[in-house]
């Protein structure tokens, strides 16, 4: 009895038998076996939306692709703490984080005689919403037939639209930061970031006074004349 041993470099999983010769002429029999098991390289990309809206609630889906291999069963993690994401699946809840820009790592141990793996996203961005300014506007009268309403600056990359429920309303500007209306009611201000796509509004009233001035030219008098009888 010796004992043999071989060098194998199958490029699939592969079983290799034993066998033992009876004699030159007789099959063989074969009395055991070793299974060479091949692994496959675990390789994947990760990325998420360039933005998300701090507002944003339901958890946000990382994505996967080129994936190969057995990558499952890693851990995803954030570079801050202020990133709330589930470390199983990658999921990321804007509304539990600070707005801010991150990145994400997925980590994978080595297993099955193949290395680990470590991979990171490109750095993605929570928007805070835009800033909505507002005013207290003067009210209407029979002498002021408009009132100016929002107190901020229109800003190239944002989106400004003012919309009411008032009937057959005048709004002079209504894609402006501010504007002038005509009418009492309620004005709402729509402030979307066009990269983003983030929005905030906010809404003011516009009132009308409708009582009619006081004419008051005071109280009476009498006037006495005299003349000169000489």
């Known amino acids: 009895t010796s ?12 079983t290799y038998s034993l066998v033992s010769l009876k004699d030159a002429r007789c099959t063989g ?14 390789t994947l990309k990760i990325n998420y939306s ?3 809206c701090a507002t ?14 057995n990558y499952q069963g890693g ?4 570079n801050s703490s202020s990133l709330n994401i ?20 997925y980590t994978l141990m080595a297993t099955g005689g193949c290395p680990g793996v ?34 901020g600056v229109t800003k190239s990359g944002f989106t400004y639209k003012w919309t009411t429920s008032v009937v057959a309303p005048v709004i002079y500007t209504p894609n402006e930061a501010t504007t002038f209306v005509t009418k009492p009611g309620k004005y709402t201000l729509s402030v979307t970031e066009n990269s983003s796509g983030c ?24 006037m006495l004349m005299y003349r000169d009888w000489e």
């Not at 029999?29 to 675990?42: E, H, I, R, Y």
């Not at 990321?92 to 991150?102: E, H, M, Q, R, W």
């Open 86 to 105: 589930d470390p199983a699946t990658g999921a990321i809840v804007p509304s539990l984080s600070t707005p801010g820009k991150y990145v994400v790592s």
């Open 199 to 222: 929005t905030n509004n906010d809404e003011l009233t516009v009132f009308i006074d409708t009582l009619r001035p006081v004419a008051n030219a005071g109280y009476n008098d009498t």
């Open 75 to 78: 851990v995803y993690s954030g």
């Open 50 to 52: 360039p933005y998300y």
């Open 29 to 42: 029999t074969v009395t055991g076996s070793a299974k060479v098991d091949v692994g496959v390289q675990p």
């Open 118 to 151: 470590l991979v990171t996203s490109p750095e993605f961005e929570i928007k805070e919403l835009p800033i909505v300014s507002m005013n207290v506007p003067d009210t209407l009268t029979c002498l002021v037939k408009d009132v100016k309403i929002g107190d």
């Open 56 to 69: 944003l609630s339901s958890p946000q889906p990382v994505n996967v692709s080129n994936a190969t291999g």
């Open 3 to 14: 004992t043999h041993t071989i060098s194998v470099s199958p490029l699939a999983t592969t």
